[in-house]
């Protein structure tokens, strides 16, 4: 059975940095993408970032790009979201998710399984 566990959320003042960790059980990274959703209050889930099967390709939000940063350990099967720069706008629940077709999307309903969430909230 496929899992997928977010932690790494809390909250942090506009500017700072935090690290969120997605393990993944069940099934292996070289075989799915992994790509980063978030939601907030009163808004729908929208693509934050993803990496392909490979670990080649990588998809960024435009909000985000410069300011977040997606990596993997296959050893580990985790994937990691790096968010440094975080405003007050970046507040949401985080989730992680996986694509059995293993491309870099950011498309919402080609994800097949996805995680519970993690809150991120920033702010002074």
């Known amino acids: 059975q496929s899992h997928l566990v977010e932690s790494g959320g809390g909250l942090v003042q506009p500017g700072g940095s935090l690290r969120l960790s997605c393990k993944v059980s069940?099934?292996?990274?070289?075989?799915?993408?992994i790509g980063w959703f978030r939601q907030a209050p009163g808004k729908e889930r929208e693509g934050v970032s993803s990496?392909?099967?490979?670990?080649?390709?990588?998809n960024y939000a435009d909000s985000v790009k410069g300011r977040f940063t997606i990596s993997r350990d296959i050893y580990e099967n985790t994937v990691y979201l790096q968010m440094n720069s975080l405003k007050p706008e970046d507040t949401a629940v985080y989730y992680c998710?996986?694509?059995?077709?293993?491309?870099?999307?950011?498309?919402?309903?080609?994800?097949?399984?996805w995680g519970q969430g993690t809150q991120v909230t920033v702010s002074s």
């Open positions: 998710a996986a694509d059995g077709a293993g491309i870099a999307t950011l498309i919402l309903w080609e994800y097949d399984y």
């Open positions: 069940g099934f292996t990274l070289d075989y799915f993408a």
């Open positions: 990496i392909s099967s490979s670990g080649g390709s990588t």
